[in-house]
Every structure is written in structure tokens, then in C-alpha cells.
């Protein structure tokens, strides 16, 4: 069965520093990474993803992740954090085989980066 | 890229009552997804919606709880019947456009049930 996780609950950062949001995932065959944002009273917002290629792939407003398939891992990053960046991050996965497979969701980090 | 709306954006229901949720996509697609999401929370898909056919629940929903309609490529509804306080959560549509392509999301649905 396949599981996405964020073992951390919240990320502080102060802003300016460089942030990471960690993801492992768990899926038969290739998969297919996701990064979503919300914002408070908002829908999710589409950041990156991985398909295939280049392991470094570059999202919206300066998000990055990398996939490393030795570690399934699916980390997201960013040189330098705005307090704007705020809110909660989901990691997701799915099996690459069919665009019928579902999407799973981890269970989310808050990030909060202080001015 | 793919536009939902969702309506009602949010609702306050009487236990015992039943809601439909609208989800309107301005392009054809096969499969809509259905999630379900207590805020701060993560998503928890509740079924996938084909047209032309079943939807396909996930373990812990059911068809009489979670009805789903699907006339069309571009509408679905899902119904929350039967409401008790424990159904209050955002309800989120969701599509895929293709196999290589990332899934757009509604605005969602805030029910809360007194």
C-alpha cells in the first residue's frame, strides 16, 4: 500500500534562513511526488512535482525539492524563507502506472517562519 | 490547468438533515476525486467519482453515508446524509487532468453540523 510521511508536525524558521520540510513516501513502482501549500480558509495550491527526470525539480515562489530514490525521500527547500511563507504543507504520492491511481496526503507540516 | 468551483463554499446543518455538494470543472475530465479534511488536518479521500458509473469508496465510507453523482465529465456532487456533529470537516473536489499532471482542488466545502 502506498503512505506518504512528515514526521514533523511544525517547522520554525527564521526568516531569511534556508528551510526544509521533510517527506518519505512508500509506493509500488515509480512514483509520482507532489507538494501542495494552504493558506488559512484557503484550497490547496499546487507547488512542484516529480515525474521523472531531473532529480532537483522547482516549484512556485521559489520552492524546491529533491527526489532521491535510494532514501525515498522527497524533501522540500528553500534558500531563503519570507514570513509570507507560512502555512501548512502536504506532501503527496502516487503510483505512477495510471492517472486512475488515487493521491495520498501526508499528514501535513505547519511551517512558521518568524520576521 | 483545470478551474472548480465548489458550492456552498461553507454551511450550518441541522443533525439529521442531508447536504449535497456541487463541483463544476471547466474542462472534461474522467475521474474526480472526493477528500475530506478536519482543519489543520490532512486529507482523507472519501471516493472516486467515473462517470458513467460507481463511485469507488474508500475503506470507512459508504454509498448510503456518501452518496456520489457523476452525469457528467465536468460535474459531480457528493451528499452527507444523515448528519451527526462528527461530519463537520471541509469537503474538497479534486481532479486530474492526465497521468503526468498534478491534481487541482476546489476551494472546499466548510460544513459544520449543530
Known amino acids: 500500500a502506498q503512505s506518504v510521511a512528515q514526521p514533523e508536525d511544525q517547522v520554525n524558521v527564521a526568516e531569511g534562513n534556508p528551510l526544509t520540510v521533510k517527506c518519505t513516501y512508500s509506493?509500488?513502482?515509480?512514483?509520482?511526488l507532489f507538494w501542495y501549500v494552504q493558506y488559512p480558509n484557503r484550497g490547496l495550491q499546487f507547488l512542484l512535482k516529480?515525474?521523472?527526470?531531473?532529480?532537483l525539480v522547482k516549484g512556485s515562489y521559489g520552492f524546491e525539492a529533491e527526489f532521491n530514490k535510494s532514501q525515498t525521500s522527497f524533501h522540500l527547500k528553500k534558500p531563503s524563507a519570507l514570513v509570507s511563507d507560512s502555512a501548512l504543507y502536504f506532501c503527496?504520492?502516487?503510483?505512477?502506472?495510471?492517472?486512475?491511481?488515487?493521491?495520498?496526503f501526508g499528514s501535513g507540516t505547519r511551517l512558521s517562519i518568524r520576521p | 490547468s483545470a478551474v472548480i468551483s465548489q458550492k456552498p463554499s461553507r454551511d450550518i446543518c441541522q443533525r439529521g438533515t442531508s447536504l449535497t455538494i456541487q463541483c463544476q470543472v471547466d474542462?472534461?475530465?474522467?475521474?474526480m476525486f472526493w477528500y475530506r479534511q478536519q482543519p489543520g488536518q490532512s486529507l482523507t479521500l472519501i471516493a472516486t467519482?467515473?462517470?458513467?458509473?460507481?463511485?469507488?469508496?474508500e475503506s470507512g465510507f459508504v454509498i448510503d453515508k456518501f452518496p456520489i453523482s457523476r452525469p457528467n465529465l465536468t460535474f459531480s456532487t457528493l451528499t452527507v446524509s444523515n448528519m451527526s456533529p462528527e461530519d463537520s470537516s471541509i469537503y474538497l473536489c479534486?481532479?486530474?487532468?492526465?497521468?503526468?499532471?498534478?491534481?487541482?482542488f476546489g476551494q472546499g466545502t466548510r460544513l459544520t453540523v449543530v
Open positions: 479534486s481532479v486530474v487532468l492526465g497521468r503526468n499532471t498534478e491534481a487541482f
Open positions: 509506493v509500488s513502482g515509480n512514483p509520482y
Open positions: 516529480y515525474i521523472t527526470g531531473d532529480n
Open positions: 503527496a504520492v502516487r503510483p505512477g502506472y495510471s492517472s486512475a491511481s488515487k493521491i495520498i
Open positions: 474542462s472534461q475530465v474522467t475521474m
Open positions: 467519482a467515473n462517470q458513467g458509473s460507481e463511485a469507488t469508496y
